[in-house]
């Protein structure tokens, strides 16, 4: 092999290693105190977001939340620079998520939301 092929080659397999490594080591960086996604069940008349059809790949934070025992969801740490969010998937992204597609849902810091009958006051708290 010529020496500027073998070059060549090394620097694609340096770009792809790096670019995996971009995708994957975000999710493991985190920094300060962690957020939270909180439930909390509310009786109300205004406008809610359905989220009976929603899966727990698509709004993990969420399902979450609904689902444990306290109304919160698994803690989610910043990235240092603001480097992890563009990477990885966060509660910010589901609140915003369903406030694009439900406009009269969204409240001042959060979102309403129903699922399973049931209304709840959705939001990203840091304790």
């Given at each position: 092999m010529r020496r500027v092929t073998r070059n060549v080659v090394i620097a694609i397999v340096v770009v792809v290693v790096a670019l995996l490594a971009l995708g994957a080591l975000p999710s493991y960086l985190g920094s300060g105190d962690p957020y939270y996604l909180t439930v909390e069940p509310i009786e109300t008349n205004d406008t809610?977001?359905?989220v009976n059809?929603?899966?727990d790949r698509r709004y993990p934070y969420l399902i979450g939340a609904?689902?444990?025992?306290?109304g919160r969801s698994e803690?989610?740490?910043t990235g240092p620079f603001g480097m992890k969010?563009?990477?990885t998937?966060?509660?910010?992204d589901e609140v915003g998520a369903l406030t694009?597609?439900?406009p009269g849902a969204a409240t001042e810091t959060g979102v309403r939301v129903r699922r399973?009958?049931?209304a709840y006051r959705v939001e990203v708290v840091r304790p």
């Amino acid at each position: 092999m010529r020496r500027v092929t073998r070059n060549v080659v090394i620097a694609i397999v340096v770009v792809v290693v790096a670019l995996l490594a971009l995708g994957a080591l975000p999710s493991y960086l985190g920094s300060g105190d962690p957020y939270y996604l909180t439930v909390e069940p509310i009786e109300t008349n205004d406008t809610l977001a359905d989220v009976n059809n929603v899966s727990d790949r698509r709004y993990p934070y969420l399902i979450g939340a609904i689902e444990s025992a306290d109304g919160r969801s698994e803690g989610y740490q910043t990235g240092p620079f603001g480097m992890k969010e563009s990477f990885t998937h966060t509660p910010f992204d589901e609140v915003g998520a369903l406030t694009k597609q439900v406009p009269g849902a969204a409240t001042e810091t959060g979102v309403r939301v129903r699922r399973g009958g049931q209304a709840y006051r959705v939001e990203v708290v840091r304790p």
